[in-house]
């Protein structure tokens, strides 16, 4: 096991020296991010369509008990973005989200959600970050979405 950490340890500082070398330098110039995603958790984003089991996914993935404030339903229930993170120590806690702002600025998860808050308050509306004791969670955040349109073609100005 330690001779495994240390051949992880020094890949993560390899992909954390050439982002800084390479991939920093452009992301300074255009004003597009830091190296803050670079230090952060491995985050799933899961996309589709309308009633395709998205959250039915995620519940699978938590062991079959579904994150705090998850509706599964036939009909369309997932309206916002919902960051589904573990808690270091938080085993056995009650299960709790964080609305808007609050969820955008939660720090215990491994990611820094607070670069969200550029998109404003309308956005911020239908974002929240729920905790789970479930072991998934522990070293990966999981994004549950609302569901794509089938059909529809982005428009161009």
């Known amino acids: 096991p330690a001779e495994r950490i240390k051949a992880q340890t020094e890949i993560i ?3 954390q020296a050439t982002y800084r070398r390479f991939v ?17 958790s491995n985050l799933v984003l899961v996309l589709g369509q309308y009633s395709t089991g998205k959250t039915s996914l995620i519940r699978k993935l938590l062991g079959g008990e579904a994150y705090h404030g998850a509706r599964i339903a036939p009909e369309p229930t997932t309206d916002g973005f919902t960051a589904v993170v573990g808690e270091g120590g938080a085993l056995g806690r009650e299960r709790r989200c ?13 990611i820094d959600f607070e670069g969200l808050s550029q998109y404003g308050e309308r ?3 239908q974002f929240q970050v729920c905790f789970s004791d479930h072991e998934t969670v522990r070293d990966l955040v999981i994004v549950d979405t609302p569901g794509i349109v089938p059909g529809m073609q982005a428009s161009r100005a």
């Open 123 to 125: 956005f911020l509306s």
């Open 24 to 40: 920093r330098p452009v992301e300074e110039e255009s004003h597009f991010r830091t190296d803050g995603d670079v230090h952060n």
């Open 98 to 110: 964080k609305e808007g702002q609050l969820g955008a600025g939660h720090k215990g998860c491994g």
């Open 13 to 15: 500082n390899e992909v």
